[in-house]
């Protein structure tokens, strides 16, 4: 096999800005409107070249080792455009994982994409950018913004990415309860609710924020409080990203997102400081490095 012995990868989180869910696909999918931004926050996945079985270690033990890892499904979609066969091996992927599950943060999604950017640089594939993005798309809806990074504006599943001027650089106050939301529910929540108010298919209302946030808070009250102590802390925006459980504020300086982090800290949750990531540092960080 000609493979370099080892390299690693950075994988960022991201924040959706905003959330619009416009109504039900034909395939069931949800039809969005989003503008995903990424932070700084990050896993980082090591790949090496070891003979034997496919393998997922990660220091997180909520972190699944086996097929339902969105890793293995990138590993498994890119080693058949590779012409590699159906099933990957003699690859041995570590986790060092940072970015919470099931927080509306893309830590999954993310981890499939710099999957696929290793996978490509380690078993030498150069792959097309237009492939790769394909390949993403059927990974996972979210998957390919992580190829890009910086902030943009996701339509359709959120697979449509249209880049966007980078937003203005902010410091940024995670606030994450110590339960998460499942996706399925969440948008199950949101139908439920738009069928009992007679809102047709594709006529929700369109304003800014996130639309998923009210019906989440009515299942997890924590997550309103969490926003409305963001805003009183001086944050120029702050809401649920994704479906959650995360909430996220921004801020202008370090100093006020600190202040807005130690005002937040409670046993019960876990408070991080991040910042933004335009799409320049985004593409010089998520570089392949050896390891």
Not at 110 to 135: F, G
Not at 174 to 200: C, M, N, Q
């Amino acid at each position: 096999m000609s493979v370099r012995r080892g390299i690693r990868v950075r994988a960022f989180a991201k924040i959706n800005l905003t959330l619009r869910v416009l109504g039900v696909r034909t395939d069931r999918y949800h039809e969005l409107r989003t503008t995903f931004q990424s932070i700084a926050l990050h896993d980082t996945l090591t790949f090496t070249a070891v003979p034997g079985p496919f393998r997922i270690e990660c220091d997180d033990p909520a972190c699944p080792s086996d097929r339902t890892n969105l890793i293995w499904h990138a590993a498994e979609r890119m080693c058949r455009a590779a012409s590699r066969g159906g099933v990957p091996r003699d690859v041995v992927v570590r986790v060092a994982k940072r970015i919470p599950a099931r927080a509306g943060l893309g830590g999954g999604s993310s981890d499939a994409a710099a999957t696929l950017v290793a996978l490509d640089a380690l078993w030498r594939v150069r792959m097309s950018r237009e492939k790769m993005r394909s390949i993403a798309s059927e990974v996972g809806a979210d998957v390919p913004f992580f190829l890009e990074g910086g902030t943009a504006l996701g339509l359709e599943r959120g697979d449509l990415l249209f880049p966007l001027l980078d937003a203005p650089a902010s410091w940024v106050v995670l606030a994450i309860p110590d339960f998460g939301v499942s996706t399925s529910e969440a948008y199950g929540w949101l139908d439920r609710d738009r069928k009992a108010a007679g809102l047709r298919r594709g006529r929700a209302e369109v304003s800014g924020g996130n639309d998923l946030q009210a019906v989440v808070s009515r299942h997890h009250p924590e997550i309103g409080r969490l926003v409305s102590a963001l805003r009183r802390r001086g944050a120029s925006h702050a809401a649920l990203s994704g479906t959650g459980s995360a909430v996220f504020g921004l801020f202008v300086s370090r100093a006020a997102a600190a202040s807005a982090a130690r005002a937040l800290a409670s046993r019960t949750r876990r408070i991080l400081v991040t910042r933004t990531l335009d799409r320049a540092r985004y593409a010089r960080l998520a570089r392949v490095e050896s390891d």
